[in-house]
Nanobody, 126 residues
Framework: VQLQASGGGLVQAGESLRLSCAVS????????ISWFRQAPGKEREGVSC????????QYEDSVKGRFTISRDDAKNIVYLQMNNLKPEDTAVYYC????????????????????WGQGTQVTVSS
């Protein structure tokens, strides 16, 4: 099982980016995928998650209304659309999964996932 995040970059405040998490080795329909981020000098924090089995999504409070998580089952990709980006969104973004088959809900707790993709850097300038 592999997760590969991509789509990061350098943007100005107010602009948008779409991150992709390409998943291989498992069928996306049956698993939850989460996005996390880690800014320099800070702990890794949950951003959003989606459960492809029951359609549940979650968002961290600071990104609600600006970020949207979605999936493309045919491509086995989970997206994180990030609009109205702010300098405080600057971080390395990771996708991850707890590999729990047919679970209910999803988690944004870094301690509850055990398979991580490599990160993608998002830098937002003011």
């Amino acid at each position: 099982v592999q997760l590969q995040a991509s789509g990061g970059g350098l943007v100005q405040a107010g602009e948008s980016l779409r991150l992709s998490c390409a998943v291989s080795g498992i069928t996306l329909d049956f698993y939850a995928i989460s996005w996390f981020r880690q800014a320099p000098g800070k702990e890794r924090e949950g951003v959003s998650c989606i459960n492809n089995n029951d359609g549940v999504t979650q968002y961290e409070d600071s990104v609600k209304g600006r970020f949207t998580i979605s999936r493309d089952d045919a491509k086995n990709i989970v997206y994180l659309q990030m609009n109205n980006l702010k300098p405080e969104d600057t971080a390395v973004y990771y996708c991850a999964t707890d590999q729990m088959l047919l679970r209910t809900g999803c988690t944004v707790s870094p301690s509850l996932v055990d398979l991580w993709g490599q990160g993608t850097q998002v830098t937002v300038s003011s």
